[in-house]
């Protein structure tokens, strides 16, 4: 069983997108083991995206991500880590495929309305930067074993 983070970026929240979004990722079957709505510091932000740190889009990156309240998700799954970036789409919304989330509702690179760990390790070292271990819970949907 994996675990990923995903964030709903501050554009998510604004364009009103955060239920669509989560029914989205509720339906793929993933499961929600942890979720906060937070302003994130700046201190995170440059954690979150240390590997892009010098990049020409780091500065507009790190203003946008601080701009407005993100609503932050573990979630836990079956080669979660994988499922959430294909719900996801690619980075630039424009080369996303229509089904995912950035091909639906996606319109720039930076404003790409969600984050998805890139691999098992990443999303616990990104967990970590947002969540105690005490916030994620332990428990049985109903549903459970009957996808
Ligand atoms: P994310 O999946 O959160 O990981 C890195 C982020 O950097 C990415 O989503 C985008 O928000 C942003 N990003 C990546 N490439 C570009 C780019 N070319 N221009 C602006 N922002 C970018």
Redesign the pocket.
Known sequence: MERTLAYLKPNAIQRTLVGEIISMIEAKGLKIVAMKLLLMGRDQAEEL?RE?RGKD?FE??MKFVVSGPVVLMVLEGDNAVRRLRQLTGS?DPQEAAPGTIRGRFGVT??R?LI??SDSVESAAREIGIFFKKEELIDYTRHIEGEF
């Open positions: 995206y892009h889009f507009g990156l980075t690179a930076r790409n984050h998805a």
